[in-house]
């Protein structure tokens, strides 16, 4: 590799970031450090910042490469940010997982507070083969061995066209030093594992071995990619936090096999969730094939499950009981993620609002979430609060539904019973509605 390939390729596949503001993610290694001296190619304009995520981990060892990444930027005048993330946040087999989502939520915070555009990662060519074989050995399907993007939202990989050893021979003729991690050499951690022993093993059989996973890692993308458009132009999605944000069986059933998996891996994906099993995503088929009341764990305790020919998502938790007394003002955020309420003169925004209730003049109604007991009037009988909820929500939505009181009795439950409004329009309404988002799984 040289300065003008690199330059070639990255105006031609980041042309939006030209002369743009980037936060590089430096770890100290030869990699990062690599990225950073290259985008420093004044043809490339960029206003580059740098930050290194410290895991609180490999102690003396961290700490010095914080520092050489701090006195790297400092000569070369590029605003250095040293990030800390709790090494305590994961243990065991999901330590590297979560320590990954930390590290990415740190940089891409850091970049939308300082006003950057892109976050710029220093992944190659071989972490792509390293990639693929990991994920195999894990029992991935192929939207897991389909590898990492150039681009994925503000992340970017300017590096991926070059190997880990083309790198080191550019930073050697440039006379660049970095960093070693000695953790990489642990092989109990099965990424070093397949980089220092199954693909050296495997590339003695057959030279060219590295260069064929990343050929299918590449080919296993743009599959993935066109699944995707097939998948967001048919699929319907569960919202777990809408009273009617169920999904029907029979739009799942009724996607091409090729797609319902997917549908799943998708799915997960907007609540937050990194993957599906292969064994949940088995016991999910068997779940809708069956077309019987059941249910589905899925990866932090959050559930799948199909009742009455409707497919619900259900949260690990609920949020605890609470009680908000209203007053007049602003829109109010309700514990239930997505939705919040207002109190006060009607003033147009009856017209965003999903449901509205109005109570008379001078009572100040308090919102909460329901309680053992609580009755409401039906056609001149009493009934418990319970059964109406039952017929009209989710279950992980029943004991966590806002119902609107006056005295602590109920007036108003949204979108599921209302008591007798005053009959003049005197008085202040109380507004309820739901945020538009693309996930919900705050």
């Known amino acids: 590799m040289d300065l003008e390939a690199f330059e070639k390729h990255f105006k031609n596949i980041f042309p939006q970031l030209v002369g743009k503001r980037v936060l590089v993610s430096l770890s100290g290694g030869g990699d990062s450090v690599a990225l950073l001296h290259l985008l420093r190619n004044p043809d490339l304009g960029l206003d580059l910042e740098a930050a290194h995520v410290h895991h609180g981990v490999r102690g003396a060892e961290a700490d010095g490469d914080a520092s050489f990444c701090e006195d790297l930027c400092d000569a070369l005048g590029i605003p250095c940010h040293i990030v800390r993330i709790d090494p305590s946040a994961a243990k065991g087999a999901g330590r590297e997982a979560t320590w990954r989502e930390l590290r990415y939520g740190a940089l891409l915070d850091l970049a939308d507070n300082r006003a950057l555009d892109a976050v710029a990662t220093g992944h190659h060519r071989d972490d792509v083969a390293e990639g693929f074989l990991v994920q195999l050995l894990r029992g991935g399907g192929p939207r897991a061995m389909a590898g990492i993007s150039e681009t994925a939202g503000a992340v970017i990989r300017p590096l991926l066209p070059w190997s880990k050893d083309e790198l080191v021979q550019w930073l050697q003729g440039e006379g660049h030093r970095w960093r070693?991690?000695?953790?990489?050499?642990?092989?109990?951690?099965?990424?070093?594992?397949?980089?220092?022993?199954?693909?050296?093993?495997?590339?003695?059989?057959?030279?060219s071995f590295r260069a064929h996973l990343v050929h299918l890692a590449a080919a296993l993308a743009r599959d993935e990619s066109y699944f995707s458009e097939r998948l967001a132009a048919a699929g319907s999605w569960i919202d777990p936090w809408n009273p009617e944000g169920g999904v029907p069986m029979a739009a799942v059933v009724g996607l091409p096999p090729a797609l319902r998996t997917r549908w799943l891996h998708a799915q997960a994906v907007r609540i937050g969730l990194q993957r599906v099993t292969r064994r949940q995503a088995e016991l999910f088929e068997a779940l809708i094939e069956h077309r019987a009341t059941g249910s589905v764990t899925l990866c932090k305790r959050w559930c799948i499950r199909l009742v009455r020919g409707t497919l619900w998502l259900e949260p690990p938790s609920t949020p605890p009981p609470y009680s908000i007394e209203l007053t007049k003002g602003e829109w109010v955020p309700l514990p239930l993620p997505g939705w919040r309420i207002r109190f006060g003169p009607l003033a147009g925004q009856g017209l965003e609002a999903r449901w509205c209730f109005r109570f008379a003049s001078g009572v100040r109604p308090v919102v909460r979430s329901p309680r053992a007991g609580d009755m409401v009037d039906v056609d001149g009988k009493s009934m418990r609060a319970s059964k109406l909820l039952s017929k009209a929500l989710p279950r992980h939505l029943r004991r966590t539904w806002p119902v609107c009181c006056e005295n602590d009795r109920i007036q108003w439950i949204p979108g599921v019973w209302r008591g007798l409004e005053p009959a003049t329009h005197v008085g202040n309404v109380v507004e309820v509605m739901r945020c538009e988002r693309s996930s919900c799984a705050s």
């Open 180 to 207: 070693e991690d000695s953790s990489n050499l642990d092989t109990s951690h099965l990424r070093n594992l397949v980089r220092h022993r199954f693909l050296p093993g495997l590339e003695e059989a057959s030279p």
